[in-house]
């Protein structure tokens, strides 16, 4: 088979999964959100945790119990990393350094999933079971809370209450994330993939040399890794691993796993708010934008310049040998798309335009179709500036789903848009003006400035994926990544919450001759309009020092 009909196929079978998935998936999720019982194991919960989770909240209050969450999330996860080698299945694992535990609790806490580790040697069964897949968890499913408090804004009106944190987690994780992860992790070993508690074992190669191989939850581990969009892996190769991602019906269905609840959730902000219109119009906007990614990456492998590559049929260097350069070039645009670290191949390995556009899905906020929860409400924030923007070129007062965007919504936008270019800009400037980005490059040039700037901008859109030609365990980036996870995480939330409450006060504003649809295809050109062109502006000066500069050299 060529490779050519190869991508073609995986591409229309994965876009098919999804398209039959999105409607049963995303009325689901609205179901959850919008229902008033509780199980009778959601109510244990709750009183374990002392919560009562039919008191309604205004934002401040959804928001103080979003960060105090997260921050005991932290503060756990940091201490078991420290304390493993105290704590049974410990496999006689030393506690890991003070800026890398701190660094891991801050990746894995904000949905990042930054690895400065290798897995299999330096993390106990206790810590990726009890520690880092609990996180994978309720990381995910904060993000979903957050995103559907937004919703709430749209679709309430006189009141500032957004629903119940406590509510919206324990139902994502429980009826949501947990059976999903769980039908995925059967799929998963019935692949191949390893799901034990074993100690590590030794065995002969066919060189006739020993190696040491570390068992482990792994199935269970990837199902959550790749569903709630967060990316740690067991091991350090992650899905190149034959532990984690055993053949190509594996790589196909943890591709699946990445895009399908960011693909679903628009449905369930349609259903919601009313008008399912609304969601398909978000959807198709992100389908685009992420359907000409792969489109890119996958030419631009494919001709990639040298006689090895053309011999080859395309760039294979630090590609998965199994799958051939499409599946490595679909696998690595969904992960930079979607806020997901986990990967299949060197990004480092890419070509200079094709590592480009990798970073641009990350810039652009990881919002076609972005991470769990986080991709659909960066892609309303977005949405809100499209109407905006277009109410002063037709000079109408900006409407969107009957509330009017005054100076408060469009300022907590603005402050939205520009958390995460300040944190990517500033932190790529101090670890090259500092020289701690040079001493971390593996490479010289236009390619190792890619690689700091990929770091940083991986680490403060909490995707987590690496050029893996960055030398980040060290002190400094230890500590300066896990801050920019951190304040890439949360701040965003601040002002999307903010938004929310002042959205839910608001009395709904009858349409009228000048509203403007939001429901049609130009709208839908406009929002993708917008989305580049705010990306753009902001970037490009960093782009074309790095991956432009390396391209076009080629």
Partial sequence: MSPTLASVLQVSA???????????????????????????????????????????????????????????????????????????????????????????????????????????????????????????????????????????????????????????????TVRILLPVSAAAAVLLVAA?????????????????????????????????????????????ANSSHPFENPDGSSNLLEVFLLLLIPFSLPRTFGTMVGSVRQGYAVVAAMAGIWFAGVVAVTLLEAAHP?????LAGGAMEGKEQRFGESASSLFAVSTTMTSTGSVNSFHDSFSGLSGGVLLFGMMIGEIAPGGVGSGLYGMLVMAVVAVFLTGLMVGRTPEYLGKRLGPREMKLAACYLLVTPALVLSGTALAMGTGNGESAMTNTGPHGFSEVLYAYTSASNNNGSAFAGFGADTGFHNTALGLCMLLGRFLPMVFVLALAGSLARQRPAPASAGTLRTDKPLFTGVLVACIAIVAGLTFFPSLALGPLAEGLAA
């Fill in 14 to 172: 994965l876009v098919a999964a999804l398209a039959l998935v999105h409607r049963p998936l995303g009325d689901h999720m609205a179901r959850v959100y919008a229902g008033m019982k509780h199980s009778r194991a959601e109510r244990w919960i709750y009183r374990a945790v002392g919560a009562d989770p039919d008191a309604g909240m205004r934002w401040p209050a959804y928001l103080r119990t979003v960060l105090a969450f997260s921050l005991a999330g932290v503060l756990l996860l940091y201490a078991l990393q420290r304390l493993q080698d105290r704590l049974p299945l410990s496999l006689g694992f030393a506690p890991l350094s003070p800026d890398q535990a701190f660094n891991t609790a801050a990746s894995f806490t904000s949905n990042t999933n930054w690895q400065s580790y290798a897995g299999e040697s330096a993390m106990s069964h206790l810590t990726q079971t009890g520690g880092l897949a609990v996180q994978n968890f309720v990381s995910a499913a904060v993000g979903m809370s957050v995103a559907v408090a937004l919703i709430r804004g749209f679709a309430r009106a006189r009141t500032g209450e957004l629903g119940n944190f406590w509510a919206d987690l324990v139902r994502g």
């Fill in 192 to 236: 191949g993939a390893v799901q034990n508690f074993s100690d590590v074992q030794s065995v002969t190669t066919v060189t006739g040399q020993t190696q040491h191989l570390t068992g482990g939850a792994v199935a269970s581990q990837e199902a959550i890794k790749d569903l709630g969009t967060n990316g740690g892996g067991f091991y350090n």
């Fill in 306 to 310: 040298g006689t090895a590559a053309q």
